[in-house]
């Protein structure tokens, strides 16, 4: 039959789940002026081995995010 799953990865998709409730709340109560999503697949809390990987994708989106219209609209707003 089908396994069923150990402590550490119900806990990490729990805390996960958690993180993703309370970023976009965050979101919501204080709206970023830009977001930064980088493709990350599959990664898990424990993913350490996937640093250089995660670094790189990072990287790359923020480069995308930075040479993209909305953020050249950022940069010609004047800021309080």
Same mark, same amino acid.
């Given at each position: 039959?089908?396994?069923?799953?150990? !402590? =550490?990865?119900?806990?990490?998709?729990?805390?996960?789940?958690?993180?993703? &409730?309370? #970023?976009?709340?965050?979101? *919501?109560?204080?709206?970023?002026?830009? !977001? =930064?999503?980088?493709?990350?697949?599959?990664?898990?809390?424990?993913?350490? &081995?996937? #640093?250089?990987?995660?670094? *790189?994708?990072?990287?790359?989106?923020?480069?995308?995010?930075?040479?993209?219209?909305?953020?050249?609209?950022?940069?010609?707003?004047?800021?309080?």
């Amino acid at each position: 039959g089908k396994r069923m799953p150990g !402590i =550490i990865p119900i806990m990490s998709d729990s805390i996960a789940h958690l993180q993703n &409730h309370l #970023a976009h709340y965050q979101m *919501e109560v204080d709206k970023p002026d830009a !977001i =930064i999503e980088p493709s990350l697949g599959r990664v898990n809390l424990f993913d350490f &081995h996937k #640093a250089a990987i995660l670094i *790189e994708e990072g990287r790359k989106a923020t480069e995308a995010m930075l040479a993209g219209e909305a953020f050249n609209s950022l940069e010609s707003r004047a800021r309080p």
